[in-house]
């Protein structure tokens, strides 16, 4: 197997992942490392955030990370071998109020790593825009949306959800454009 410097953002995220699932821990990836991962790093995110299904507690998580050679630091987890760096956001896996039905699942050499499907992504990065007017957050939806097939229709109706409707039918263009 590669070494942690010699991995990328998805090969990190998988051996982060599948380790925890051998100790019965279930995780999502989402946020930023996922539009890293669907654009072959057109965009560069260096924070993996992962969402645990269920609650096995800080604790134990972190005392599997450290027998992987990650230390914990404030809220992350960081390894001396690589760049990236793992942190654990409260749950539930959701998207605005919403939760995520489906999550995607990737295979790597490392492992198995289950994030966030290319629509759900969109939506993750669009609530940034949305509700905090985050435009890099618009751009990287775009980006996922111009490689991954994404469903508008799903995206449209979570929008009018969020009351984004308007907001929605003024970059939907953008966002169908690239696709």
């Known amino acids: 197997m590669k070494s942690l410097r010699e991995m990328s953002i998805g090969e990190i995220a998988a051996y982060v992942a599948e380790h925890l ?4 821990i279930n995780v999502v990836l989402t946020g930023g490392s996922c539009v890293s991962i669907y654009t072959d790093n057109r965009y560069q995110s260096y924070d993996l955030d992962f969402i645990e299904e269920g609650s096995s507690g800080r604790k134990t998580i972190s005392g599997i990370l450290m027998k992987l050679g990650f230390q914990e630091k404030d809220r992350y987890f960081i390894h001396p071998d690589t760049p990236f760096f793992v942190e ?3 749950g539930p896996l ?8 489906e999550v995607a699942n990737l295979e790597f050499a490392t ?5 966030l499907s290319p ?3 969109v939506k993750d990065r669009l609530a940034h825009y949305y509700h905090w007017k985050d435009r ?8 996922v949306a111009a490689v991954s097939q994404v469903d508008m229709e799903e995206i449209e109706r979570w929008s ?12 939907k263009e953008m966002l169908q454009a690239k696709t």
């Open 21 to 24: 699932r051998q100790s019965g």
């Open 88 to 90: 654990f956001p409260a």
């Open 94 to 101: 959701a998207i605005g109020d919403e939760p995520v039905r």
């Open 111 to 115: 492992g198995t790593l289950r994030l």
């Open 119 to 121: 629509t759900d992504c």
């Open 136 to 143: 890099q957050c618009l751009d990287q939806a775009v980006m």
């Open 160 to 171: 009018r959800h969020e009351g984004m409707e308007d907001e929605f039918q003024r970059i």
